[in-house]
């Protein structure tokens, strides 16, 4: 136990150290947002985000947000349950990316998303939530074979997040998972709505994030002297 113990630390410590100083795909609706005026590209969050990036390279340390650990430690202790349910329901072998064993996948050298799973074809994003009453509105979606409309509507950020994992990954399909193992009936627990890729979101994504990149290497420049560091190139596969 207490070499599965020092293992699952190593993988959690190397991708938080993956992903420090980086934009999310958990974060990525932050930066889609613009100011309130027409000159204003990013937003007070976005550019309040953006300094939390730099924060966590210049200290070496991630900026946390504390706020909501119940219902943090929530999804986090029923994840794997809820992949279970998936691979038993659809059928699909899942390479999981669970809290023993989450993975980084950069964009380019400022952003990357880290998906819950992926099998052969799609990017996988599960929810837990603390709230029953919202795994219910996404299991009535669920129930309607509502899409990436109903998504974008309702879950705008898991939405985002999603898209932006699929970019990151090279997938061009995805399943938002929502599961609760409260519900009496076991066929209330699990649902499952597939997301397909949003190819003009994409280049969307691609123009904030290069923006978003150079507000982060011109403060780096400044803190640093150095204005050398420059956005990678990414090249999708």
Known sequence: IQMENNTMFSHQAQWEQDRLGKITASKIGEIMKSGKSKDEYFGKMALSYLDEKVSEIITGLPCKDLSG???????????????????????????Y????????FPY?????????????????????????????????????????????KNREDYYYQIQFNMLCTGKDKAFFISYDPRPTNPDNRLATI??????????????????????????????FNEPSLMIASHDPE
Not at 120 to 143: D, F, G, M, Q, W
Request: charged share 25%; aromatic share 10%.
């Open 69 to 95: 650990m119940n219902a943090i430690e929530w999804g986090f202790s029923h994840e794997n349950e809820a992949i279970q349910a998936f691979e038993e329901k659809l059928g699909h072998t899942v390479e």
């Open 97 to 104: 990316y669970g809290a023993a064993n989450p993975k980084f």
């Open 108 to 152: 380019n050298s400022f952003s990357g998303g880290s998906p819950d799973g992926i099998i052969h074809t799609h990017v996988l994003e599960v929810k837990c939530p603390y709230n029953s009453a919202i795994h219910v509105r996404n299991l009535i979606a669920y129930k309607k074979n509502e899409d990436n409309a109903w998504m974008k």
């Open 194 to 223: 597939e997301i397909t890729a949003d190819l003009a979101l994409f280049d969307e994504f691609k123009e904030r994030i290069e923006k978003a990149g150079e507000i982060i290497k011109d403060a780096i420049g400044l803190l």
